[in-house]
């Protein structure tokens, strides 16, 4: 007896990210990679980007060893774009978007965003170029700043330091907000993810600047879903999630951060990153999730470890500016 091919089966669930182009800015490591992979077991093609060329390199030769089947390596690919200098930000999202949609980026996958589920084609021609428009986007990057105390002692703090540091965060994804009906399939079955962190919600002392990047998202996604609608925008807010952030601490420290974040969750374990990739997938798959602050954190702060805020500064704290930024 044949096996049945499940991409020509009527299923309502595991076949919506089939054909599709889904851009993953951040996905060459942690909570983004995870989500490339996830996108790309569901049929997606995905493009991965991060700053630099060696690492995205690295994802795709990952990707390529986890994934070797032609069916699974002829859908990824990537490029390296940096999108922390805010001089230049706008031109490096267009050009990244450029590059995102150039239909020569798949060459052997051709049918992209042919996918019956959205009954869309959106391959578009302009005077002297075609776009393969973009289904989904995600944006998973960021970086870990240092702890910056709201203090008059504090020199670093000043208001060229506050937009930088917002650059990353949320003026690229203002950005990418700005472009996205040029770039996109303008269709409720589109989406735009962001990430902030638990830290928005509850800030400790140093971590202010990284609570009002967190909390804008929110807010940029809620104007996003209204203005441009029927295309989609949410942010998954993660809890502490064991990724490659962890690897600049040594083996005792991780050990004890790690420890110090599990005790702190209803759940009692620090994530995967694949636990949190879920979020993002539903934030794709759900064509009816728009506006929302997507919180996947194991109940961090819920537990009775963790339920005064004394003990759960104490736990955020004594780690040097991890989860700083969040
Ligand atoms: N892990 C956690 O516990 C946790 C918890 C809450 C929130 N978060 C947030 O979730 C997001 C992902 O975190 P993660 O743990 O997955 O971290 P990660 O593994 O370090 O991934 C960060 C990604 O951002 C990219 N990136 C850094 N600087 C960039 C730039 N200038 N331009 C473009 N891309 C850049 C990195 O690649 P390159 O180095 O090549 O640029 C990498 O792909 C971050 O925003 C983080 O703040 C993480």
């Known amino acids: 007896m044949s096996t049945p091919n499940p991409t020509t089966m009527n ?3 595991i076949n919506k ?3 599709t182009r889904v851009l993953l800015i951040g996905g060459t490591s942690g909570i983004g990679f995870a989500v490339a992979r996830a996108a790309l077991e569901h049929g997606a093609s995905i493009i991965l ?3 630099k060329a060696e690492k995205v390199q690295s994802a795709i030769s990952r990707l390529q060893q986890l994934y070797p089947d032609p069916s699974f390596t002829s859908r990824i690919t990537g490029k390296a774009y940096d999108l922390s200098d805010q001089s230049t930000l706008e031109t490096t999202i267009i050009s990244l978007l450029d590059y995102a949609t150039s239909p020569s980026i798949f060459p052997n996958n051709t049918n992209i965003n042919t996918n019956t589920n959205t009954n869309t084609t959106s391959t578009t021609e302009g005077d002297d170029k075609k776009k393969i428009l973009l289904n989904h986007i995600i944006y998973t990057s960021g970086t870990r700043p240092s702890r910056i105390p ?8 000043t208001p060229q330091f506050y937009t930088q540091s917002q650059t990353l965060r949320v003026l ?10 040029s770039y996109m399939v303008d269709e409720h079955t589109s989406s735009m993810t962001f990430t902030s962190g638990v830290l928005a919600s509850k800030p400790v002392p140093g971590t ?3 609570a009002m990047a967190g909390s804008a998202l929110g807010g940029l996604v809620r104007g996003l879903a209204v203005e441009l609608a029927p295309i989609r925008a949410n942010v998954v807010a993660p809890g502490a999630v064991e990724t490659e952030i962890f690897d600049e601490l040594g083996v005792e420290e991780r050990k004890a951060v790690k420890e110090m974040f599990r005790k702190g969750t209803v759940l ?3 994530a995967e990153p694949g636990d949190v990739a879920e979020a ?5 798959k759900d064509g009816f999730v728009s506006g929302q602050w997507v919180g996947s954190d194991g109940g961090l702060c819920l537990s009775l470890r963790c339920r005064s805020s004394t003990r759960c500064s104490s736990i955020l704290l004594s780690y040097d500016g991890f989860l700083g930024e969040r």
Do not use: Q
Request: proline share 5%; charged share 10%; glycine share 8%.
């Open 280 to 284: 993002y997938v539903w934030c794709m």
């Open 150 to 157: 709201i203090s008059p002692t504090t020199t670093t703090l």
């Open 49 to 51: 980007s991060s700053s």
């Open 208 to 210: 202010t600047l990284g």
């Open 17 to 19: 990210l089939t054909n």
């Open 268 to 270: 009692g374990r620090v």
């Open 172 to 181: 690229a994804p203002l950005m990418l907000g700005k472009y996205a009906k």
């Open 11 to 13: 299923f309502i669930s």
